[in-house]
Protein backbone atom coordinates (compact mmCIF):
# COMPACT_ATOMS: atom_id res chain seq x y z
CA UNK A 1 0.00 0.00 0.00
CA UNK A 2 1.51 3.35 -1.05
CA UNK A 3 2.00 6.16 1.39
CA UNK A 4 -0.76 8.92 1.58
CA UNK A 5 0.12 12.22 -1.06
CA UNK A 6 -0.08 15.72 0.19
CA UNK A 7 -0.03 18.82 -2.45
CA UNK A 8 2.55 21.88 -1.25
CA UNK A 9 0.04 24.86 -1.65
CA UNK A 10 2.49 26.98 -3.06
CA UNK A 11 4.60 25.09 -5.69
CA UNK A 12 2.03 22.55 -6.21
CA UNK A 13 3.99 19.64 -5.99
CA UNK A 14 2.73 15.87 -4.71
CA UNK A 15 4.83 15.13 -1.83
CA UNK A 16 4.24 11.52 -0.33
CA UNK A 17 6.57 10.72 2.85
CA UNK A 18 8.98 8.46 1.54
CA UNK A 19 9.75 11.43 -1.25
CA UNK A 20 10.26 13.82 1.58
CA UNK A 21 12.84 11.66 3.40
CA UNK A 22 14.33 9.85 0.64
CA UNK A 23 14.52 12.99 -2.40
CA UNK A 24 18.01 15.21 -2.26
CA UNK A 25 16.00 18.06 -4.12
CA UNK A 26 13.37 18.00 -1.17
CA UNK A 27 16.16 17.57 1.25
CA UNK A 28 18.21 20.45 0.18
CA UNK A 29 15.28 22.75 -0.20
CA UNK A 30 14.26 22.21 2.87
CA UNK A 31 17.69 22.66 4.66
CA UNK A 32 17.54 25.49 2.66
CA UNK A 33 14.17 27.25 4.44
CA UNK A 34 15.59 26.10 7.73
CA UNK A 35 18.75 27.59 8.06
CA UNK A 36 17.30 31.16 6.07
CA UNK A 37 17.17 33.25 9.18
CA UNK A 38 16.74 32.59 12.87
CA UNK A 39 13.78 34.72 12.32
CA UNK A 40 12.42 32.87 9.50
CA UNK A 41 9.30 32.19 10.62
CA UNK A 42 7.72 35.66 9.37
CA UNK A 43 9.84 34.76 6.38
CA UNK A 44 9.09 31.42 5.52
CA UNK A 45 5.79 32.04 4.28
CA UNK A 46 6.07 34.83 2.14
CA UNK A 47 9.19 32.58 0.73
CA UNK A 48 7.39 29.73 -0.43
CA UNK A 49 4.90 32.30 -2.26
CA UNK A 50 7.49 33.99 -4.41
CA UNK A 51 9.46 30.32 -4.78
CA UNK A 52 5.86 29.36 -6.40
CA UNK A 53 6.19 32.75 -9.07
CA UNK A 54 8.96 30.51 -10.70
CA UNK A 55 6.94 27.19 -10.92
CA UNK A 56 6.01 26.32 -14.50
CA UNK A 57 2.26 26.66 -15.85
CA UNK A 58 1.77 23.69 -17.13
CA UNK A 59 3.77 20.92 -15.09
CA UNK A 60 5.35 20.71 -11.61
CA UNK A 61 8.39 22.34 -10.44
CA UNK A 62 10.76 19.50 -9.99
CA UNK A 63 12.34 19.41 -6.02
CA UNK A 64 16.22 20.18 -7.42
CA UNK A 65 14.28 24.10 -9.10
CA UNK A 66 12.95 24.28 -5.83
CA UNK A 67 16.22 24.04 -4.29
CA UNK A 68 17.81 25.78 -6.53
CA UNK A 69 16.15 29.10 -6.50
CA UNK A 70 16.26 28.47 -2.39
CA UNK A 71 20.56 27.71 -2.96
CA UNK A 72 20.34 31.68 -4.66
CA UNK A 73 17.99 33.34 -2.33
CA UNK A 74 19.22 32.31 1.16
CA UNK A 75 22.99 33.43 0.33
CA UNK A 76 21.41 37.40 0.05
CA UNK A 77 19.22 37.08 3.02
CA UNK A 78 21.97 35.72 5.06
CA UNK A 79 24.36 38.24 3.51
CA UNK A 80 21.79 40.94 4.54
CA UNK A 81 22.79 42.97 1.07
CA UNK A 82 21.60 43.45 -2.43
CA UNK A 83 22.39 44.57 -5.65
CA UNK A 84 21.22 46.63 -7.56
CA UNK A 85 20.78 46.94 -12.21
CA UNK A 86 23.86 49.69 -11.12
CA UNK A 87 26.02 47.01 -9.44
CA UNK A 88 25.30 49.70 -6.18
CA UNK A 89 24.75 47.24 -2.93
CA UNK A 90 22.32 48.25 -0.95
CA UNK A 91 21.14 47.38 2.78
CA UNK A 92 18.84 44.75 3.12
CA UNK A 93 17.75 43.71 6.27
CA UNK A 94 15.29 40.69 7.01
CA UNK A 95 11.98 42.52 6.80
CA UNK A 96 12.74 44.23 3.42
CA UNK A 97 13.07 40.73 1.67
CA UNK A 98 9.43 39.71 3.79
CA UNK A 99 7.97 42.45 2.13
CA UNK A 100 9.58 41.95 -1.29
CA UNK A 101 8.03 38.24 -1.36
CA UNK A 102 4.69 39.68 -0.16
CA UNK A 103 4.82 42.48 -2.79
CA UNK A 104 6.05 40.15 -5.67
CA UNK A 105 2.87 38.18 -5.06
CA UNK A 106 0.44 40.83 -4.74
CA UNK A 107 1.62 41.78 -8.40
CA UNK A 108 0.97 37.93 -9.49
CA UNK A 109 -2.37 38.67 -7.67
CA UNK A 110 -3.02 41.63 -9.64
CA UNK A 111 -2.08 39.91 -12.77
CA UNK A 112 1.34 42.38 -12.96
CA UNK A 113 3.87 39.43 -13.15
CA UNK A 114 4.72 37.39 -16.41
CA UNK A 115 5.05 34.02 -15.29
CA UNK A 116 6.83 31.54 -14.30
CA UNK A 117 9.74 34.43 -13.02
CA UNK A 118 13.25 33.45 -14.54
CA UNK A 119 15.06 35.45 -12.43
CA UNK A 120 15.26 37.34 -8.95
CA UNK A 121 15.80 40.71 -11.01
CA UNK A 122 12.79 42.25 -10.14
CA UNK A 123 12.68 40.90 -6.59
CA UNK A 124 16.19 42.18 -6.01
CA UNK A 125 15.57 45.90 -7.59
CA UNK A 126 12.59 46.08 -5.17
CA UNK A 127 14.34 45.15 -2.14
CA UNK A 128 16.91 47.69 -3.54
CA UNK A 129 14.16 50.38 -4.21
CA UNK A 130 13.36 50.20 -0.16
CA UNK A 131 16.97 50.64 0.73
CA UNK A 132 17.24 53.69 -1.32
CA UNK A 133 14.12 55.13 -0.04
CA UNK A 134 15.13 54.77 3.32
CA UNK A 135 18.53 56.22 2.67
CA UNK A 136 16.74 59.70 1.12
CA UNK A 137 14.59 59.84 4.09
CA UNK A 138 17.25 59.76 6.16
CA UNK A 139 19.18 61.72 4.08
CA UNK A 140 16.23 64.54 4.13
CA UNK A 141 16.20 64.23 8.00
CA UNK A 142 19.83 64.52 8.32
CA UNK A 143 19.95 67.92 6.08
CA UNK A 144 16.83 69.49 7.83
CA UNK A 145 18.74 68.88 10.71
CA UNK A 146 21.83 70.49 9.47
CA UNK A 147 19.90 73.72 8.26
CA UNK A 148 18.60 73.84 11.99
CA UNK A 149 14.90 72.02 11.44
CA UNK A 150 14.69 69.40 14.07
CA UNK A 151 11.12 68.43 13.22
CA UNK A 152 8.00 69.29 15.45
CA UNK A 153 9.14 67.60 18.95
CA UNK A 154 7.91 63.94 19.74
CA UNK A 155 4.98 62.47 18.27
CA UNK A 156 3.34 62.68 21.46
CA UNK A 157 4.36 66.19 21.96
CA UNK A 158 2.86 66.60 17.89
CA UNK A 159 -0.53 65.54 19.42
CA UNK A 160 -1.35 67.77 21.64
CA UNK A 161 -3.88 70.41 21.31
CA UNK A 162 -2.37 74.09 20.15
CA UNK A 163 -3.26 77.13 22.14
CA UNK A 164 -3.40 80.25 19.99
CA UNK A 165 -3.34 83.52 21.93
CA UNK A 166 -4.26 86.98 20.71
CA UNK A 167 -0.94 89.09 19.89
CA UNK A 168 -0.48 91.87 22.72
CA UNK A 169 -2.34 95.05 21.61
CA UNK A 170 -0.66 98.15 20.88
CA UNK A 171 0.81 100.46 23.08
CA UNK A 172 1.07 104.22 22.62
CA UNK A 173 3.15 106.34 23.29
CA UNK A 174 3.14 108.34 26.42
CA UNK A 175 2.47 111.96 25.58
CA UNK A 176 5.80 113.11 26.66
CA UNK A 177 7.76 111.08 25.19
CA UNK A 178 6.10 112.03 21.92
CA UNK A 179 7.25 115.29 21.90
CA UNK A 180 10.38 114.41 22.87
CA UNK A 181 10.57 112.80 19.63
CA UNK A 182 8.56 115.30 17.57
CA UNK A 183 11.53 117.96 18.83
CA UNK A 184 14.00 115.93 17.97
CA UNK A 185 12.74 115.47 14.24
CA UNK A 186 12.22 119.26 14.55
CA UNK A 187 15.50 120.20 15.35
CA UNK A 188 17.13 117.62 13.02
CA UNK A 189 15.16 119.06 9.76
CA UNK A 190 15.99 122.29 10.98
CA UNK A 191 19.84 121.69 11.23
CA UNK A 192 19.64 119.96 7.62
CA UNK A 193 16.83 123.19 6.07
CA UNK A 194 20.01 125.38 7.43
CA UNK A 195 22.62 123.26 5.81
CA UNK A 196 21.10 123.86 2.38
CA UNK A 197 20.79 127.20 2.37
Not at 9 to 20: E, G, H, I, K, S
Not at 115 to 144: C, D, F, Q, W
Not at 165 to 185: C, G, K, M, Y
Request: hydrophobic share 40%; proline share 8%; charged share 20%.
Amino acid sequence: MPLPTFRCPVCRNALTLDVVFAHDGVRDAILHLVNTHPDAGKLLRPLLAYVGLFAPVKTEMRYERVAAILGELVPMIHAGTVRDAHGQTWPAPLDYWRQAFEEMVARRDAGGLKLPLKSHGYLTAIVAGMSNKAAASAERRTEAQRAGHAGAGTPVARMQPVTVTEPPARSFLPDNVRQDILRAAGSRRAESLGESK
